[in-house]
């Protein structure tokens, strides 16, 4: 990490940290980590989320100081972009903030892609998690890691791994979680908030299963979730958090997705491999980002044209 990063975080006296929209237990965790970190050595916080905050994760520590409202650019010295490395990942009103605020900005990210914003960034693919990122952060600078941070930044680590299930599980990343759990983070009562059984997202993922297509051989599993099985569910955006992930799960499916039609008239799709697709490419083609084997992107059309759209353009990725 640049010794650019280290200063600009050492010097800053008030610092608003941000993350992308629709934010997961990495984003929401990475930035209460950092949030308690900072605030740890004396500094002034704010914390951005433009949200919704899936249910799992209103119990972190510090959770109520996230806000939807920025504050006035003349109060911040530093920003820090974390979880994702484009500002237009953070949403519209966050995106415009960064674009016209003096003071510096900097990234913090562990996604795939080429970056070009941030006075300085901090970005290896490497890592499981950035959450795992600012919990070596925090040793090299010498900051104390309080109970409260290391229950968000562990809360990061567990779900952008599967709880130590996928393939960017290292020696490394569990070596963190150790040293997060002697810092104090709970492991069974964060596991019983973040893992809760949720009627809506069972009834939820019933509907996805009665819809559920097996196509390339078997190979690809594809989902959908229209507005209407939404409210049939009575259930929200933020409760299909970890559905894609099953429809993995399923013996001989290497390449799984999730199609959501949006309030917007879009559709928000989501992507997960295991092996050998890489499914960033995929998004990144049509504008989306992530990793290889989880990556996500929404555009706009019909449910019917995005997921043919899609298909074709993972087919050729699987060699069909
Ligand atoms: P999910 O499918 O859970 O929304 O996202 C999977 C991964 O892809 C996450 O790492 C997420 O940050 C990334 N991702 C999802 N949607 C987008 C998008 O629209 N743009 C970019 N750049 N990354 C995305
Ligand atoms: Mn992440």
């Not at 900005?105 to 562990?110: A, G, K, L, N, Y």
Request: with cysteine; aromatic share 4%.
């Amino acid at each position: 990490m640049s010794r650019e990063l280290h200063s600009l975080l050492r010097q800053a006296a008030r610092v608003l940290v941000l993350s992308h929209q629709q934010p997961d237990g990495d984003a929401l965790g990475s930035t209460l980590g950092l949030l308690h970190l900072l605030e740890g050595q004396g500094k002034r916080v704010w914390a951005y989320s433009q949200g919704p905050l899936p249910e799992e994760y209103l119990f972190l520590p510090g959770r109520e100081r996230i806000s939807a409202d920025l504050p006035a650019a003349a109060e911040i010295d530093l920003a820090v972009l974390l979880d994702c490395h484009q500002p237009q990942r953070i949403g519209r009103a966050a995106g415009e903030f960064l674009a016209g605020l003096a003071a510096p900005s900097v990234v913090i990210d562990h996604h795939q892609g080429a970056v070009d914003f941030g006075r300085a960034a901090w970005v290896d693919p490497g890592y499981a998690a950035t959450s795992e990122m600012l919990a070596i952060l925090a040793g090299e600078l010498g900051w104390a890691m309080t109970a409260q941070a290391a229950t968000c930044l562990f809360v990061g680590l567990q779900t952008d791994t599967g709880s130590f299930r996928y393939a960017n599980t290292t020696p490394r990343c569990l070596r963190v979680a150790a040293d997060l759990v002697q810092a104090g983070a709970p492991v069974w009562p964060i596991s019983q908030e973040v893992y809760a059984t949720r009627p809506q997202r069972l009834r939820l993922m019933g509907r996805i299963m009665e819809g559920l297509s097996l196509e390339q051989g078997g190979r690809l599993a594809v989902g959908q979730v229209t507005q209407a099985d939404l409210a049939a569910a009575r259930a929200e955006a933020p409760d299909l958090e970890q559905a894609v992930e099953t429809l993995r799960l399923i013996p001989g499916v290497d390449t799984a997705m999730l199609l959501r039609e949006t309030p917007e008239g879009g559709v928000k799709v989501s992507l997960r491999s295991r092996g050998e697709v890489d499914v960033s490419q995929v998004a990144i083609a049509l504008g989306g980002g992530g990793h290889k084997n989880a990556a996500g992107v929404t555009l706009a059309g019909t449910l019917p044209a995005v997921r043919a759209q899609v298909g074709r353009l993972l087919a050729q990725r699987m060699g069909a």
